[in-house]
């Protein structure tokens, strides 16, 4: 019996999860310009996907990878939500 498949997918649907409520966060309390920190993460889950030689740890990884890739576009999408009022803006007062 091999469970990887399923391994590879929970973990899929778990990176998913969580990166929905982060970008979400990051938006509100750094705006877009935080984008640079997800293309380093993504850099370096790259990175370690293709030096680690178990089929799961590297699988999981570039999935992290293209999921912090996929929450740039996020980030400057979740600035249009906040413009259209779907989400709260930060107050500058603070």
């Not at 990878?65 to 996020?74: D, H, P, Q, Y």
């Not at 709260?88 to 603070?94: F, G, L």
């Amino acid at each position: 019996m091999n469970i990887a498949g399923i391994i590879i997918g929970a973990s899929s649907f778990l990176c998913i999860g969580i990166f929905h409520p982060i970008v979400i966060k990051a938006e509100y309390h750094f705006g877009t310009g935080c984008w640079w920190v997800f293309l380093l993460a993504a850099i370096g889950c790259i990175t370690a996907s293709l030096l680690i030689k178990s089929l799961i740890p590297s699988t999981i990884f570039g999935v992290v990878a293209f999921s912090c890739l996929w929450s740039i576009v996020e980030l400057f999408q979740q600035k249009k939500r906040v413009e259209k009022g779907w989400f709260p803006q930060k107050d500058s007062k603070k």
